[in-house]
């Protein structure tokens, strides 16, 4: 079985990212699991591809196996894109998913609701063992309420409503949020492109 190592130590996102590729018979280890250590890895990327690269990249370096690396965020379009790489930071330090979603909804108090668009993104990288590397973006759009709604999920999800539904990311269970979710929709990207990768190696 291939080993890949997660450049995170979150088991939510090891557990969705090994059933949406359980077709290749990937093992996913989180980097912790693999022997990483503590050394943080800096991120400071300004884009997410960057910043995914750079977690990617650090593990594959120091382990030597296969490593995959995500990154993600909100944009919000009247914000010129921010929180976007800063999203877990946006209120400064320590880090807290409620002064986060006060200060977004101080910052667009006087926003109209046509003017709350926003979007989230993932950004995938999966560097192979031999170094070749693969990457997907998935995105999902949505609109910034006025309140907090729902009690589900984590960071933005009680602001980020999804018109279509009428409900709030924090207001579906995690399957309802996977099967539209910017990481779920970049898994599927990526899923598509291993496939054609192992395809295009089959044929050499
Ligand atoms: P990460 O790169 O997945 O750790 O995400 C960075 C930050 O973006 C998180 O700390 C959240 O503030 C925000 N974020 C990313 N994905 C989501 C999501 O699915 N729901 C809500 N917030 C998210």
Same mark, same amino acid.
């Given at each position: 079985?291939?080993?890949?190592?997660?450049?995170?130590?979150? %088991?939510? +996102?090891?557990?969705?990212?090994?059933?949406?590729?359980?077709?290749?018979?990937?093992?996913?280890?989180?980097?912790?699991?693999?022997?990483?250590?503590?050394?943080?890895?800096?991120?400071?990327?300004?884009?997410?591809?960057?910043?995914?690269?750079?977690?990617?990249?650090?593990?594959? +370096? +120091?382990?030597?196996?296969?490593?995959?690396?995500?990154?993600?965020?909100?944009?919000?379009?009247?914000?010129?894109?921010?929180?976007?790489?800063?999203?877990?930071?946006?209120?400064?330090?320590? +880090?807290?998913?409620?002064?986060?979603?006060?200060?977004?909804?101080?910052?667009?108090?006087?926003?109209?609701?046509?003017?709350?668009?926003?979007?989230?993104?993932?950004?995938?990288?999966?560097?192979?063992?031999?170094?070749?590397?693969?990457?997907?973006?998935?995105?999902?759009?949505?609109?910034?309420?006025?309140?907090?709604?729902?009690?589900?999920?984590?960071?933005?999800?009680?602001?980020? /409503?999804?018109?279509?539904?009428?409900?709030? /990311?924090?207001?579906?269970?995690?399957?309802?949020?996977?099967?539209?979710?910017?990481?779920?929709?970049?898994?599927?990207?990526?899923?598509?492109?291993?496939?054609?990768?192992?395809?295009?190696?089959? %044929?050499?």
């Amino acid at each position: 079985m291939k080993k890949i190592v997660l450049a995170s130590g979150n %088991r939510h +996102k090891l557990e969705e990212i090994q059933t949406m590729l359980k077709d290749f018979g990937f093992e996913l280890v989180t980097m912790k699991d693999a022997g990483y250590g503590d050394e943080d890895i800096i991120e400071d990327g300004d884009t997410f591809e960057a910043n995914s690269m750079i977690k990617a990249l650090a593990v594959h +370096k +120091k382990l030597g196996f296969a490593s995959l690396a995500d990154d993600s965020g909100l944009m919000v379009d009247v914000l010129g894109g921010a929180p976007g790489v800063y999203s877990a930071r946006f209120a400064g330090e320590p +880090k807290s998913d409620e002064n986060n979603n006060r200060l977004l909804l101080e910052k667009l108090a006087e926003i109209p609701d046509e003017r709350r668009t926003a979007r989230f993104v993932t950004v995938l990288t999966l560097i192979m063992e031999n170094g070749d590397v693969l990457t997907a973006r998935g995105e999902v759009e949505g609109i910034i309420g006025h309140a907090p709604k729902g009690v589900n999920g984590f960071g933005y999800d009680p602001l980020f /409503f999804v018109p279509h539904l009428n409900k709030t /990311f924090a207001e579906l269970t995690s399957d309802e949020k996977n099967a539209l979710s910017h990481r779920g929709n970049a898994l599927v990207a990526l899923k598509e492109k291993i496939g054609q990768y192992y395809e295009a190696l089959s %044929r050499q």
